[in-house]
Nanobody, 119 residues
Framework: QVQLVESGGGLVQAGGSLRLSCAAS????????MGWFRQAPGKDREVIAA????????LYADSVKGRFTISRDNAKNTVYLQMNSLKPEDTAVYYC????????????WGQGTQVTVSS
């Protein structure tokens, strides 16, 4: 089992920045990849960024590419999402998730953190 706890959400004006953190505990040595997802009211949950735990390769959704950066600190078992140039349409609940080796699915989820961007 892996437990994930997000932090860093809040209210920010358009154009501002926030950094989300996701601290992992439990079977962290088995983590294969971690991702950030978001869900806005009335919309489906979408993946916005993901990073491999060992090699550090990352990918982004087109909607956040160039504005958001995912990174990880293996020593702290923490993944970050630096969000710059925020837009009102970035308003959502943001979740981090973990996929373990051999599973290749995001089976472990944090509780979510609210990000609200005002215009």
């Amino acid at each position: 089992q892996v437990q994930l706890v997000e932090s860093g959400g809040g209210l920010v004006q358009a154009g501002g920045s926030l950094r989300l953190s996701c601290a992992a505990s439990g079977r962290t040595s088995s983590i294969y990849a971690m991702g950030w997802f978001r869900q806005a009211p009335g919309k489906d949950r979408e993946v916005i960024a993901a990073i491999s735990w060992s090699g550090g390769s990352s990918l982004y959704a087109d909607s956040v590419k160039g504005r958001f950066t995912i990174s990880r600190d293996n020593a702290k078992n923490t993944v970050y999402l630096q969000m710059n140039s925020l837009k009102p349409e970035d308003t959502a609940v943001y979740y981090c998730a973990a996929a373990l080796s051999g599973e290749h699915e995001y089976n472990y989820w944090g509780q979510g953190t609210q990000v609200t961007v005002s215009s």
